[in-house]
């Protein structure tokens, strides 16, 4: 299977989001490409991703942008509840703060669209090492060696190309643990009031995280997707230990769903790494570039799926000019992954994460609940929405006083 297109113009490894939306922002900039991008995917869609498939609006506006229907099942969240150690948060921006799909699906959904585009697929192929020259990069499977200018290596947290080429630096990996539970959607405030919830509480025990539930359909059957986020998992101690707190904390969450009662189940809980931004990263060595999980994602939410779009959108960019003989464009992709609205989005959220993961946190929340307005802009920021995440810093904070003070909106 390898030899029909083992040399090719730019091989992807991974074909989640990130290595999905490089591909479709390339063949959309470049259809010629079409038939010499491949993409090394060591499962096959559709295939299980532990997530709990949260899409918030920024991700939406990257499907409109790439022309592509969502075509998978959702549920639209309206409005949101967020414990936090010092109280509850209500949110209600009046317009979708979140789509939850399940990701087998929406994966799926996006390969299908970067095949029809002209994206070669080779399934159910592992990438185990990677070596470049000046030239050329290499890299060899469990079925064989492939050869392409470039590299993306879009293969999530445990990246391989990321431990072959940038070392294997592993500080900068959360954790996160979840479970999905059939309800009767009359009984879930989640279904019944289109809502999800944020417990921040954990925070207080030690988990700089939080837990989260929300409405989803499998197979068109309501569920609610359940879990909890540790930023700092490698913190907690003694193997085995970090992942009972998890749960301690989850079922403290949330004490009326069937939690215990799960973990007498084989694989009741499935757990899944995620590495977030460190600002002292490097995304782009030689030939070989990083997007999506495998660079690192947003550090106080474990969001990712939108970055893995900006990743895509800005690696396809680079990679086009650089096929064009502009020999600084990988280099400039390692600069925007820094300085460009998502490099200065995480920069921002790894801010935050200090100080509401951190040892004053309390005093964070308490400033967080202070002004409804000021958090408003925060949550708009943080979805996205209009794009209000890529204005300049100065400008959004103008913007953001003008609103406190003067009731003026971001529009
Ligand atoms: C429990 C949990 C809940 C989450 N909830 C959300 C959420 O609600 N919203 C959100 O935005 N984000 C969420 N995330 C984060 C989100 O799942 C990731 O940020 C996102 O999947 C990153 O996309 P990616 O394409 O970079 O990596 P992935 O989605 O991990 O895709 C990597 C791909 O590479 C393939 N691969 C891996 N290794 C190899 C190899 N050696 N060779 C070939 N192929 C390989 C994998 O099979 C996979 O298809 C959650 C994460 C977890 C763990």
Redesign the pocket.
């Known amino acids: 299977m390898a030899d029909s297109f083992s040399r090719c113009e730019v091989l992807i490894?991974?074909?989640?989001?990130?290595?999905l939306a490089t591909a479709l922002y390339l063949l959309r900039e470049r259809p010629a490409l079409a038939g010499r991008i491949v993409a090394?995917?060591?499962?096959a869609h559709p295939?299980f991703?532990?997530?709990?498939?949260?899409?918030?609006p920024k991700?939406i506006l990257a499907l409109e942008e790439l022309g592509l229907a969502l075509e998978v099942a959702a549920c639209i969240v309206m409005r949101g509840e967020a414990r936090t150690p010092v109280g509850v948060v209500e949110i209600d921006r009046g317009e979708p703060l979140c789509t939850v799909i399940r990701?087998d699906e929406f994966?799926a959904r996006l390969a299908r669209a970067a095949r029809a585009a002209g994206l070669i697929i080779a399934e159910r192929?592992?990438?185990i090492g990677v070596t470049q020259n000046s030239s050329r990069v290499r890299v060899e499977t469990d079925r064989g060696a492939f050869e392409a200018s470039i590299l993306v290596g879009?293969?999530?947290?445990?990246?391989?190309v990321r431990a072959a080429v940038f070392g294997p630096g592993k500080e900068s990996i959360g954790r996160?643990?979840?479970t999905d539970i059939p309800v009767d959607p009359r009984d879930a405030v989640e279904f019944a009031d289109h809502r999800y919830r944020f417990d921040f509480r954990c925070v207080s025990a030690g988990i700089p995280g939080y837990a989260w539930s929300?409405p989803c359909l499998i197979d068109g059957v309501p569920h609610l997707n359940v879990?909890i986020y540790d930023q700092h998992p490698r913190a907690s101690g003694a193997a085995g230990g970090e992942q009972a707190q998890m749960l301690t904390e989850l079922r403290a969450a949330f004490p009326e769903l069937p939690l215990a009662a799960l973990e007498n189940r084989t694989q009741p809980f499935?757990a899944?790494?995620?590495r977030w931004f460190d600002s002292r990263d490097h995304y782009t060595s030689g030939r070989v570039i990083l997007?999506?999980?495998?660079a690192g994602?947003d550090p106080l939410m474990?969001?990712?799926?939108?970055?893995?779009f900006e990743h895509g959108k800005l690696a396809a960019r680079a990679i086009a000019r650089s096929l064009d003989g502009d020999a600084t464009a990988l280099e400039a992709y390692d600069r925007d992954l820094h300085r460009a609205a998502v490099g200065r989005k995480m920069k921002k959220l790894a801010f935050a994460a200090r100080h509401f993961y951190g040892p004053r946190h309390r005093l964070f929340f308490r400033l967080a609940r202070l002004s409804r307005r000021a958090r408003e802009i925060g949550i708009d920021w943080y979805n996205g929405a209009r794009r209000i995440d890529e204005r300049p810093t100065r400008a959004l904070v103008g913007r953001w006083l003008r609103e406190i003070f003067f009731g003026a909106s971001i529009r």
Not at 13 to 19: D, H, K, L, S
Not at 40 to 43: W, Y
Not at 49 to 56: H, M, P, Q, S
């Open positions: 490894a991974g074909t989640g989001p990130a290595g090394l995917e060591k499962s295939r991703k532990t997530c709990a498939g949260g899409l918030i991700t990701r994966d192929t592992r990438v879009a293969d999530g947290s445990g990246s391989r996160a643990l979840m929300f879990g499935r899944f790494p995620i997007a999506g999980d495998a994602v474990g969001e990712g799926i939108s970055c893995a």
